[in-house]
Every structure is written in C-alpha cells, then in structure tokens.
C-alpha cells in the first residue's frame, strides 16, 4: 500500500506533466455507519492549508457532486460566477477558474475524487486535460493513486 507521501508525490508528477495549478483527491473520511464526510486528504499545487477546513457531503461540492454522480465534472469561469465559488468551496479558497473533477471507483463505487484546475491566466485545462483523463486510467500515476484508495 502506497504512503500518503508516495500519493503526494505521484499528485506532484501529475501536476508537472499536465501542467497544471492544483491537483486534489477528496476522500470520505468519515467512520463506519456514520454519514460520509468528504474532505481533500491530498493535494498538490495549493495556495495554503485553508483546504483542509473543507467538510463536504455527497451531492455539495465539487466532491460532492462527482460522489453523487459518479461521472467526471468540468466547470469553467468559476471566478466570474459568484453563485458557483458559494457552491465551489475548494474553487473560491484555491483561486480555481477551471476543473475537472473525475470519480476514482473501487468495484463500482466512488471511493474517492481527483480534482484537476487551473487559476485564472491559465485556463486550458480543457484542451491539455480532456485528452489527458481519457488516458488517465492507464496512467501510472493513475493506478498508484488508484491502489493508495483501494488500500483506506
């Protein structure tokens, strides 16, 4: 099983090779047979430690919503939407305008979710990124992010 640091080292090649300005993995850190709490428990690329106050349940959230869904997320111009940074706690303390968000699924379950974005002056995620998640599962960043969520 993958250490945490290991994890924040492989979050830290992905930000490098995608060229991005955050990388993120939010993970319900609640105990068993109480109500999911999902939190970042991994990041790369942050502005502070401002993330780690984020609490979030399933369907609030850029988590949240990946959770309930289980499908991946884009969102853009989130800066310029002030109704969007209220529901987008991570986008407004991390300065994001661009994400994607993508659902990591353990036997079909959301297990946990990885968020890719950009600040504002650098909002081609979508062109760099779109091509990179339809690969991302066979990355190897991907599979050590992947067993380090298998393994809590």
């Not at 109500?35 to 991994?42: A, F, L, M, Q």
């Not at 309930?68 to 002030?82: A, L």
Request: with cysteine; aromatic share 6%; glycine share 8%.
């Amino acid at each position: 099983m993958l250490k945490q640091r290991e994890l924040q080292a492989l979050l830290e090649q992905m930000e490098i090779k995608t060229q991005v300005d955050f990388i993120g993995i939010a993970q319900n850190v609640a105990r068993p047979g109480e109500p999911k709490e999902i939190r970042w428990v991994v990041v790369s690329g942050n502005l502070g430690e401002d993330y780690q106050k984020i609490c979030l349940r399933i369907g609030h959230g850029i988590a949240g919503l990946v959770w309930r869904t289980g499908r991946p997320m884009y969102e853009k111009n989130i800066q310029s939407q002030p109704r969007r940074l209220m529901d987008y706690p991570i986008a407004r303390l991390e300065k994001l305008d661009e994400v994607i968000a993508y659902p990591l699924l353990i036997n079909r379950q959301v297990k946990a979710v990885l968020l890719i974005g950009n600040r504002i002056g650098n909002s081609d995620t979508s062109s760099r990124l779109l091509p990179f998640m339809e690969q991302l599962e066979q990355s190897i960043e991907y599979n050590g992010v992947e067993k380090w969520v298998a393994g809590r």
